[in-house]
């Protein structure tokens, strides 16, 4: 049987939305506060209300509001109402009516309601969900009307929803767009347990942001907002906007010990009584490195992913005898099931609970599971740590050469943890090492760039070639190389086909054992140098995408701070010419050395009488917040590398009378 997504019931009604309440309205009318917003041309709320009454299986979100339909956008918006609704999710609706001339008339009878599926995310691949829009067509609204909804959104959880244990919400105050007569905003508890409420980025007059209590509501208790004649509050673009968040009074410590027995029971489906058929596979592996590799690799690309916003919410994965017969689940599914692979093999590991969209505000939330969105594997092997994404497809290699993302904060579910971090790291070796050679012969170059991949670079480019053309990729680094040499000085980028010709790009090898991906690529490209006001001509290749982190030039948000996120990068750049190059030139024979807690970058050079060979050693940190004063030291030291870009070049002598004529002649 199909879903009711909505009802009516209109027996529900508040007593202000009758006849008997147009007297209150009429008479605010009449208030200066209401004249002095309509002069303001703000649209103006009579009253609006939110009530949550949070219950062990649901959550009921009570709205009443009255406002004016004063000019053409608000008209149109409030004939028709849309609300976005899950399959827990079902609309009560009260009251649709409008106050016109002093009179009460009730608009629900002539509603149309329509219900359609609402697509969101769901067209990309293994994401699904069964939301449905609700739309509340409202015909005949009229300008001056005052406009009346009442409903009830109620979301009942399913029975093995981790929500029918850890309630969340969160508030934030409305903006400065309504006025409101009356504003009024209540939860009420009714879970059984103690909620906390939390002030985040509250701020005082001199814009500091506040240290303000917990707030603690008791079992069949309330907390509530109440607002007369009220302006919401501004936002700032460089602050974040303050909000109150509501959980389950309840420590990490004990969120953990309580979601770890749920996990302990799925666990206890152990991977020989279902999985048979790999386990063969896996014993005929050499090494355990191997093994390792066979597990993910099978999890991660035999294992499809499906993703369902409703099911996720609830953190409490389907049993891994499942996912492998079905060869699907979401995040949580794929990687318990990995996690009992891994004991079959012997190996230690955990799951944990991420989210990269909001990482920075793990820690100021209030505890609890449901301000995760993912879940990923901690796997413990030879005294090393590793995170694996089981729900990636194109990742490849052994464990530790493997796709390595960056996220500070996570929670292990295991019994009596709290949040943890993972601290800023720099990979083994340069995530990127490229060898560029640039030679030209009567002012035509000749260029070829050796690339070589490793873990998340490799496994980028490696899609690239999977899901792009050739074409497409060749047109990509031609662009690169043209910004790179400045060559845009000389000609546009929409031209580029005038002056680069036998451009070709191949994979050389691409070992997925060690996830290193090499490419090369070649062009000839005509008209290479780069000419100033004073016509002296020079060889330049400089990638500042690499070296040079543009965000920080732009950014000034006070609360947020910048997630610096770079590979690190070791280059060689070979600038050869038939001309003579001027060897005892400031900026061809100059190197640098910078170094910061933050990165290090080297430039070494060996200068020859036609041309140069440069050696970039670019180590940065991955998974690096940076505010305050650090940040104010990160750009100091990324304005330095941006200044020594004039040193990866030649300067190429001007020509002699007698090279003129013999030119000429040749």
């Known amino acids: 049987m199909e879903k009711d997504y909505y009802v009516l019931k209109p027996e529900l009604q508040s007593d202000k939305a009758t006849q ?13 506060f209401y004249k002095q917003q309509l002069s303001l041309e703000r649209d103006y709320c009579f009253w609006l209300e939110y009530k949550q009454t949070a219950k062990p299986h649901s959550l009921e979100h009570y709205m009443t509001m009255a406002h004016t339909l004063t000019n053409a956008d608000t008209l149109g918006s409030a004939a028709t109402q849309s609300f976005i609704l899950n399959e827990e999710d079902t609309l009560h609706i009260h009251t649709v009516k409008v106050i016109r001339n002093g009179q009460v008339i009730d608009k629900l009878a002539d509603c149309d309601i329509k219900v359609m599926d609402y697509i969101g995310d769901s067209s990309s691949p293994g994401v699904f969900n069964n939301d449905k829009q609700v739309t509340i067509l409202i015909p005949n609204l009229r300008l001056n009307d005052v406009y009346i909804m009442e409903t009830t959104r109620v979301k009942e959880y399913k029975h093995d929803s981790l ?36 002030y985040h980025y509250f701020r005082d007059e001199e814009d500091r942001i506040l240290e303000k209590d917990s707030v603690f509501i008791e079992n069949e208790d309330s907390f509530v907002i109440d607002k007369t004649n009220y302006i919401g509050e501004p936002i700032k673009n460089n602050q974040i906007t303050p909000f109150i968040d509501f959980s389950t009074k309840m420590s990490y410590e004990v969120i953990t010990t309580e979601v770890a027995k749920i996990y302990d029971g799925i666990y206890q489906h152990k991977f020989e009584t279902f999985g048979e ?28 992913y499906l993703y369902n916003e409703v099911e996720m919410d609830g953190h409490i994965p389907q049993l891994p005898d499942k996912t492998f017969s079905r060869r699907q689940g979401d995040c949580k599914a794929k990687t318990v099931l990995l996690k009992v692979i891994l004991d079959y093999l012997g190996v230690e590991s955990n799951v944990v609970l991420v989210n990269y969209r909001a990482d920075i505000f793990l820690p100021v939330y209030t505890p609890s599971p449901l301000i995760f969105n993912h879940a ?63 030679d030209v012969l009567d002012d035509k170059a000749t260029l070829s760039m050796e690339s070589k991949l490793r873990k998340n670079s490799a496994n980028t480019l490696r899609s690239s070639f999977k899901n792009q053309t050739k074409r497409d990729i060749i047109q990509r680094f031609m662009d690169s190389v043209h910004y790179n040499m400045k060559l845009f000085n000389n000609f546009d980028a929409n031209d580029i086909h005038d002056y680069f010709s036998d451009a070709t790009i191949d994979i050389q090898k691409d070992d997925k054992n060690l996830n290193e991906l090499s490419i090369l690529f070649k062009t000839t490209i005509d008209n290479p140098y780069l000419k100033n006001n004073t016509k002296k001509k020079y060889l330049l290749y400089w990638d500042r995408v690499y070296f040079i982190n543009d965000d920080i030039d732009d950014y000034h948000h006070e609360d947020f701070p910048l997630w610096v996120d770079r590979p690190s990068v070791k280059m060689q750049v070979h600038l050869f010419t038939d001309k003579k190059i001027d060897q005892n030139e400031y900026y061809t024979n100059k190197e640098a050395e910078l170094t910061s807690k ?15 060979s440069i050696f970039i050693n670019h180590e940065t940190y991955r998974n690096l917040p940076i505010s305050g004063e650090d940040l104010e030291e990160y750009a100091k030291t990324n304005k ?27």
């Open 20 to 32: 008997d309440y147009v007297g209150e309205v009429l008479k605010e009318q009449e208030t200066d």
């Open 163 to 198: 929500k029918n244990i850890f309630f969340r919400d969160s508030y934030t105050y409305p903006t400065d767009y309504w006025a409101y007569g009356k504003y009024r905003f209540r939860l009420l508890n009714q879970t059984g347990r103690t909620i906390e409420a939390n």
């Open 277 to 304: 058929e790999l386990i063969k596979e896996l014993d005929s592996q050499p090494t355990m490195d191997d093994k390792i590799k066979l597990a993910i690799d099978f999890v991660q690309k035999e294992v499809y």
């Open 376 to 438: 990923i594997l901690k796997i413990y092997y030879n005294d090393t740590v590793y995170f694996v994404d089981a729900t990636l497809n194109e990742d490849y290699g052994y464990l530790g050469r493997r796709q390595k993302d960056s996220f500070i904060y996570y929670l292990e579910i295991k019994p009596n943890t709290t949040l943890q971090i993972q601290d800023p790291f720099i990979n083994d070796l340069p995530d990127i090492e490229e060898v560029i050679h640039i």
């Open 598 to 612: 933050y990165l290090n970058h080297s430039i070494k050079k060996k200068i020859e009488p036609n041309g140069a």
């Open 640 to 666: 330095e590398i941006l200044d020594s870009n004039l040193t990866v070049g030649i300067d190429i002598l001007p020509e002699s009378m007698f090279s003129k004529i013999k030119n000429i002649f040749k």
